[in-house]
């Protein structure tokens, strides 16, 4: 009797341990890909990487049918007659049709800089668009370079 209690529950424990397993190897993938260091901020190079997935997929298959990758003929639009819109200082955007088109005047925008040293000793300064400052990871990017 003792037996068949014992070989009663040792299916649905090991069912518990393994989701506590998978649980925990989801947590740490989520906290070093999905977002940014210890804060609820999404990571963009990860959401890139998931937008660029169709893309991949379609690569990838272009190689076994042999076909070539890019078979879109290339457009030719001439980008001064979309008329621009100004999103922000020094920003400017339009569109015609499934053309997206940006402008950046590098003279019109306001920026700020942060003087960084590097792990070398060696002092850089960064220049970045104001009200808009680099994620503290980027910065100790650069930093330990």
Do not use: C
Request: aromatic content about 10%; cysteine-free.
């Amino acid at each position: 009797m003792a037996n068949n209690y014992k070989n009663r529950h040792t299916l649905p424990r090991l069912q518990v341990l393994f989701v506590l397993g998978i649980s925990f190897i989801l947590a740490e993938f989520f906290l070093k890909n999905v977002f940014l260091g210890d804060t609820p901020r999404l990571n963009p190079s990860f959401i890139a990487k998931i937008k660029n997935i169709p893309q991949y997929i379609a690569g990838i298959s272009s190689q076994f049918n042999g076909s070539p990758k890019n078979n879109t003929p290339p457009l030719n639009i001439n980008v001064q007659n979309i008329p621009v819109q100004q999103i922000s200082k020094g920003v400017y955007a339009g569109e015609r049709g499934q053309v997206k088109y940006y402008q950046f005047s590098e003279s019109q925008m306001q920026w700020d800089q942060i003087t960084l040293t590097k792990k070398n000793g060696e002092k850089i300064t960064l220049r970045y668009q104001k009200n808009n400052p680099p994620t503290q990871e980027i910065l100790n990017i650069i930093q330990s370079e």
